[in-house]
T-cell receptor, first 113, second 113 residues
Framework: DAGITQSPRYKITETGRQVTLMCHQT?????MFWYRQDLGHGLRLIYY???????DKGEVPDGYVVSRSKTENFPLTLESATRSQTSVYFC????????????FGPGTRLTVT | AQSVTQLGSHVSVSEGALVLLRCNYS??????LFWYVQYPNQGLQLLLK??????LVKGINGFEAEFKKSETSFHLTKPSAHMSDAAEYFC???????????FGKGTMLLVSP
């Protein structure tokens, strides 16, 4: 009964490198979401997905790429990391959008040097 | 577009005192409203939500919130604070028919003995 997991939990990378953050859920939830959390900004939506092979931009998508080939996985890739992408990243899932509860992973703390 | 304003980035209370965390929203239609809690180094978890029906909503750990359409508010209350309530609290809004949430910037609740 793993629920929703994220890996790695901590990552340090250099400016310009590509990095992929993984998210896996065991509930077969249709919807998955990626957020970033920064002091003074709360949580901001990066991308979300309503089902496998369906993704859409959120509030702050620039510099990020997502894919969803399987229902249970929703990786987030920073193609060329920048210092402004230093943040804590949360993945979440829900049975549907809107009124339904989102279940959050434990987060990945990413530092870009 | 909907938005959420949480008044006060930090709220301090004594153990046993009333907890009041304020949330005001902006939405063109009656929204869905949520309160999430984040304990240190963890993801968010749902405290309570309002979708339709009774405007006073009870959640976990003794928290409740009241949807007041005339005031566009959804304040979170608890009659008596416990040390274990110390955490960051996020108000969020979703528009019916939309898949995503918009979060406020969060309020850190500090509880002193």
């Amino acid at each position: 009964d793993a629920g929703i997991t994220q890996s790695p939990r901590y990552k340090i990378t250099e400016t310009g490198r590509q990095v992929t953050l993984m998210c896996h859920q065991t509930w077969s939830h249709s919807y998955m979401f990626w957020y970033r959390q920064d002091l003074g900004h709360g949580l901001r939506l990066i991308y979300y997905s309503a089902a496998a092979d369906i993704t859409d931009k959120g509030e702050v998508p620039d510099g990020y790429v997502v894919s969803r080939s399987k229902t249970e996985n929703f990786p987030l890739t920073l193609e060329s990391a920048t210092r402004s992408q230093t943040s804590v990243y949360f993945c979440a899932s829900s049975t549907s959008g809107g009124a339904y509860e989102q279940y959050f992973g434990p987060g990945t703390r990413l530092t870009v040097t | 577009a909907q938005s959420v304003t949480q008044l006060g980035s930090h709220v301090s209370v004594s153990e046993g005192a009333l907890v009041l965390l304020r949330c005001n929203y902006s939405s063109s239609v009656p929204p869905y409203l949520f309160w999430y809690v984040q304990y240190p180094n963890q993801g968010l978890q749902l405290l309570l939500k309002y979708t339709t029906g009774a405007t006073l909503v009870k959640g976990i750990n003794g928290f409740e919130a009241e949807f007041k359409k005339s005031e566009t508010s959804f304040h979170l209350t608890k009659p008596s604070a416990h040390m274990s309530d110390a955490a960051e609290y996020f108000c969020a809004v979703s528009k019916p028919g939309y898949s995503t949430l918009t979060f406020g910037k969060g309020t850190m609740l500090l509880v002193s003995p």
